[in-house]
């Protein structure tokens, strides 16, 4: 059972442009959502999180934008640049318990020049 | 450098061999946790430790799979008799978690391939 949906799969965006990605969650417990870049043969970096308390939080050119009665939550990315192309992944956790995280597909951004 | 290591960083083996992975977290970090990844997906839990008790484990984990954490510090993992579906990304990460905090930060992984 997949608890984190993401979308798009894919994502091509012109320098300077806005990236957009979303990810909705089924699991009423989680109350912590992180988002991830990862480059080809590197591990996940985490970039900005958000907790359900707050509707929105921004970091740089990066901002999460939350929505708790839909479940739903998206990355913005600023002024996309050419080194921002990578992977990115959603994911939930729920601090009170185990604090796994229960992660998304993918995103894969392309940002071009 | 004081981030999560991962040792080796790639793996070959053959199918029915045993295999080891290694992580180190960040220093005083608390939990520790394994996923796997496979091509085009994100990660997936495997298990995960609070300094050295191993408190929860996947339907992913098969018996074949066995992970410690001796002294509550580094970890490691260990498939018996791999088969070629264990090949995939391992990937260690590491937390020092409080009631407000819950932030993990991941290795570099171990990709296996089993031929």
């Known amino acids: 059972q997949q608890q984190v949906k993401q979308s798009p799969q894919s994502l091509i965006v012109q320098k300077g442009g806005i990236s957009i990605i979303n990810c909705a969650y089924e699991?009423?417990?989680?109350?912590?959502f992180p988002w991830y870049q990862q480059f080809p043969g590197k591990g996940p970096a985490l970039l900005i999180a958000?907790?359900?308390?707050?509707s929105e939080k921004k970091e740089g050119r990066f901002t999460i934008s939350f929505n708790k009665s839909a479940k739903q939550f998206s990355l913005h990315i600023m002024d996309s640049q050419p080194g921002d192309s990578a992977t990115y992944f959603c994911?939930?956790?729920?601090?009170?318990?185990?604090?796994?995280?229960?992660f998304g597909t993918g995103t894969r951004l392309q940002v071009t020049l | 450098d004081t981030g999560v290591s991962q040792n080796p960083r790639h793996k070959i083996t053959k199918r029915g061999q045993n295999v080891t992975f290694r992580c180190d977290p960040i220093?005083?970090?608390?939990?520790l946790y394994w996923y796997r990844q496979t091509l085009g997906q994100g990660p997936e839990f495997l298990t995960y430790?609070?300094?050295?008790?191993?408190?929860?484990k996947s339907r992913l984990l098969s018996d074949r799979f066995s992970a410690e954490r001796p002294k509550g510090s580094f970890s490691t993992l260990e498939i018996q008799r791999t088969e070629q579906g264990d090949s995939a990304m391992y990937l260690c990460?590491?937390?020092?978690?409080?009631?407000?905090?819950?932030?993990?930060?991941f290795g570099p992984g171990t990709r296996l391939t089993v031929l």
């Open positions: 990460a590491s937390s020092f978690t409080s009631a407000h905090n819950n932030e993990q930060f």
């Open positions: 699991n009423t417990a989680f109350d912590y």
């Open positions: 958000i907790r359900p308390d707050v």
């Open positions: 994911a939930a956790g729920s601090t009170g318990t185990a604090s796994k995280l229960t």
């Open positions: 220093s005083e970090h608390n939990r």
């Open positions: 430790f609070q300094n050295e008790a191993q408190l929860e």
